[in-house]
């Protein structure tokens, strides 16, 4: 089974309007870290947002947020205000484990989703 | 603050070659891992260096090896080249101490094979 999955392979938004990027998980690890990252055409993968399995509240960074619903093992990423610079790969992807300690940083990715902002 | 910087960015090798990418982390950080990312999918996890030691490794074969040095930069060696072997190379870097396991990726290098 795939342990990441996105199923949407293209998304388009209007400029100033928000957009949610899906995102399921699978794992019976009580303790995980999920992670979404975005990979414009340069290639270079840039960190987005973190959410602990732990963590009681939902993740936020500036315009970005992760609608973290545990039980329904789903973790999609909001972007509020859609920019044209905005226009990139997303990737969801999920660490096993906790999160210290050498050795507990491989990451599984999902296929991503391309995201377009329309003028 | 330079972040993570990988060389070379471009190269094209034949079947049966062998090549080495390198991947300097980013300033104060001790652990590097390596990714490959075929086309149209998300990045997988070749294997990671600690301490100059791999300590985690994907399902890679042997063809695939590393090496870290003191000043915590790494490289990538894979042997005997195939076609299935062309793709993005990135490395990622981490602080060991952070809670939060966030990577910082370079650009990549992106190899193909003829």
């Known amino acids: 089974a795939q342990k990441i999955t996105q199923t949407q392979p293209g998304m388009f938004v209007q400029e100033k309007e928000a957009v949610t990027l899906d995102c399921t998980y699978d794992?019976?690890?009580?303790?995980?870290?999920l992670f979404w990252y975005k990979q414009p055409s340069s290639g270079e993968m840039i960190f987005l947002i973190y959410?602990?399995?732990?963590?009681?509240q939902n993740a936020t960074e500036g315009r970005y947020s992760l609608n973290f619903q545990k039980a329904r093992k789903s973790a999609n990423l909001v972007i509020s205000a859609s920019q044209l610079g905005d226009s990139a790969m997303y990737f969801c992807a999920m660490r096993e484990g906790p999160g210290s300690g050498a050795g507990s940083y491989q990451l599984t990715f999902g296929k991503g989703t391309k995201l377009s902002v329309i003028p | 603050d330079a972040g993570v910087t990988q060389s070379p960015t471009h190269l094209i090798k034949t079947r049966g070659q062998q090549v080495t990418l390198r991947c300097s982390p980013k300033s104060g950080h001790d652990t590097v891992s390596w990714y490959q990312q075929a086309l149209g999918q998300g990045p997988q996890f070749i294997f990671q260096y600690y301490e100059e030691e791999e300590r985690q490794r994907g399902n890679f074969p042997d063809r695939f090896s590393g090496h870290q040095y003191p000043n915590y930069s790494s490289e990538l060696n894979v042997n005997a080249l195939l076609l299935g072997d062309s793709a993005l190379y990135l490395c990622?870097?981490?602080?060991?101490?952070?809670?939060?396991?966030?990577?910082?990726f370079g650009e990549g290098s992106r190899l193909t094979v003829l």
């Open positions: 990622a870097s981490s602080q060991t101490l952070t809670a939060a396991g966030e990577l910082f």
């Open positions: 959410q602990g399995s732990y963590d009681q």
């Open positions: 794992t019976s690890d009580p303790s995980y870290g």
